[in-house]
Structure formats: structure tokens, C-alpha cells
């Protein structure tokens, strides 16, 4: 009698840590499973990301090849009517699809030729500024922004009017890396932003040229004074139906015949070194977004990739992009976003 009254409580406490050994393993087991899905599914998707970045790149250098092929054909010049500037049908791979778009960047004012030329680019930004109804101020607002010293302009900003922000910031003193930079500026707004940001680029090369056989309406029009929107849509007219301009000379003939004297030609050229090429792969359900700046060298052909940028969405042609990029809309995997320059 007196053993089981001793042994009854020792069994019961016996099942009690029997049964919670039990549990506690059964939980330590679902959490591992659990771990290890979730392990397994990350390592998944981290493969097709990765599959789908390595898509990107090979439509990067799909993109090299066609700018390749036109460096090789006969016609030294660039103009929109050539194979790398239609629109070029989406390449089918396994479990994905890869397509591109390739801009010319030399259609565009380069923010950082603003440094050279003495005064006919500034002229020339201005006159853009004007046709896009924007405040001349941001002229001196961009040239202070890149410029190393700290002697403000009229209009412009030094490191004293930033500093003083919440967060405090100072200029760039160096040449701009990417046009969002412009966001950063003093009083530019996201309207003046989303209204500049199709009509400009920032390149390596301060000296780059605006190519006029690709340049848009606002950027022949900021060549000169009095080039009416109507008298530019003429040029244009002309200039796409004839497949481009030869040369300058044809150009400047052309734009005299339309109506249009003065135009200084430092500056101008009829081909491109620069092109922008935006790529949307997609392998299984992961989507890799990549901009390349390209710079095909106008005498060798060779070609390098410049910059590789990862956090924009694929916009198409710069003409959609003041449509398509809208705040917010711009970013679609800010995870990823990074820009590399080499
Ligand atoms: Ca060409």
C-alpha cells in the first residue's frame, strides 16, 4: 500500500513530460518543415530571378548585336527609319520571353554638355526650357548642381540652400550620373520633372552631339529662334520621309528652305554613339527589368555597356514615357533597384 501510494504520482508526472516531449517535438518537426518549404521556395524564386536577370542580359546583348549590324550596313548615319529604332518583336525562350527597346540618347539634351561649348548649349537649354513652358531658373539651378565651386549662380543653388532641407543634402560638384538627380534640385517639382525627363539624358561625354536626324520636335526647336512648332513638324516631315539627313549641310539646307536661318551647327551631328536600351525579361513568374546606356564607338564599332540600370520598369519608347511614367508607376521592384556604372 505505502509503495503505491508513492509511484501513483511519479507515473503521472512519467506521462505528463512523456507527453510534452511529444509535443515539443512535434512542433520543433512542423517548424522545421515549415523552415524548409519556405527555404526551398525562397531558393526558387531566388533561381528564377536570377534566371530571368541572366534573359536580361542576353537581350542586352541581342541589343548589341542589331546596333552591330547597323554600325556594318553602308549608311554611316542614324536615323528612326533603321532596324534598331522599330519596334522589335518580344524573343521566345523557355518558360520566358525577352523584349527590348532601344532609344537613341543622342536625341536628347545632355544635361552635362551644359559644362562645354561655351554659350550656344546654354542657349539651347534655355530655348528647350521655353518651348516646355519650364522655369528658366533651372538652368543656373542644374549648372551649380554639377559645377565644383560653391559661387551660386543668379538663379541657382550651392550647398548653403541645401544644407538647411530636412535631410540635408549638398550638391554633386561632378557631372550628373542619371537624370533623377534633377529631382533633387530646389524647387523643381514632379510636374517640371515628369515634364523634362522625356527631352533629356545625362552622358558620360560632355561633348556628345544631338543627332538630328532622331531629335524630337521641342529639341529642334530649341536650335534655334523661330523654330515654330509648325515649321519643326515640316522638318520632321521631310527629314523622315527622306530617311534622314546625310549631313549637317542637308540639314541646314532644309531647315533654310522651311524657313529657318541661324542656326549655329556646333553641336549637331546626322549619327549616334550613345543608345539607351530598356529590356522586360520574364522567366516563369519572376520579371527582371534592365536599362543599359550603350556606347558604340562611331569609328571602331566596338561597343560597351556603360551603365546597367535594375530599378526601372520597361517604359518603351521615350515618346510613351512621359504617359507611362508616372509617380509611383515608375518603380515596380524597388528591392532591386541599382545602378551600376563602369
Ligand atoms: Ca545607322
Known sequence: MRMNSISRPQTGVALITVMLVVSISSVLAV?????????????????DQN?????????????????????????????????????????????????????????????????????VNKKRFLALLSVLALDQMMLDRITDWFDEDQAPRQLGAEDYAYLVLDPP???????????????????????????????VCVLPDPNSMINVNTASGPILQSLATGLTADKVAELIDFRDYDEGFDDIDEFLRQANVTGVGGI???G????????????????????SFLTSVIQ????????????????????????????TRQPGHENSNPGEGKIERG
Do not use: C
Request: charged share 25%; net charge negative.
Open 31 to 47: 517548424t522545421m518543415v515549415t523552415r524548409q518549404n519556405l527555404a526551398i521556395h525562397q531558393t526558387l524564386n531566388a533561381m
Open 51 to 119: 534566371q530571368a536577370y541572366q534573359y536580361a542580359l542576353g537581350g542586352e546583348e541581342i541589343a548589341r548585336q542589331i546596333l552591330h549590324a547597323d554600325f556594318a550596313s553602308e549608311d554611316k548615319i542614324d536615323f528612326l527609319a533603321e532596324d534598331w529604332a522599330q519596334e522589335i518583336e518580344p524573343f521566345e525562350y523557355a518558360e520566358g520571353e525577352v523584349e527590348i527597346r532601344i532609344t537613341d540618347l543622342q536625341g536628347l539634351f545632355n544635361l552635362n554638355s551644359l559644362s562645354v561649348r561655351g554659350q
Open 169 to 199: 543634402y549638398r550638391t554633386a560638384s561632378n557631372p550628373m550620373v542619371d537624370v533623377s538627380e534633377l529631382r533633387l534640385l530646389l524647387d523643381i517639382t514632379e510636374e517640371d520633372y515628369q515634364r523634362l525627363v522625356p527631352y
Open 264 to 266: 549655329d551647327t556646333k
Open 268 to 287: 549637331l551631328a546626322t549619327e549616334s554613339q550613345f543608345f539607351q536600351v530598356q529590356i522586360r525579361a520574364r522567366y516563369n513568374q519572376r520579371l
Open 296 to 323: 558604340r564607338d562611331s569609328v571602331t564599332g566596338n561597343m560597351q555597356v556603360i551603365s546597367r540600370d535594375l530599378s526601372r520598369t520597361f517604359v518603351g519608347r521615350r515618346s510613351e514615357m512621359s504617359v
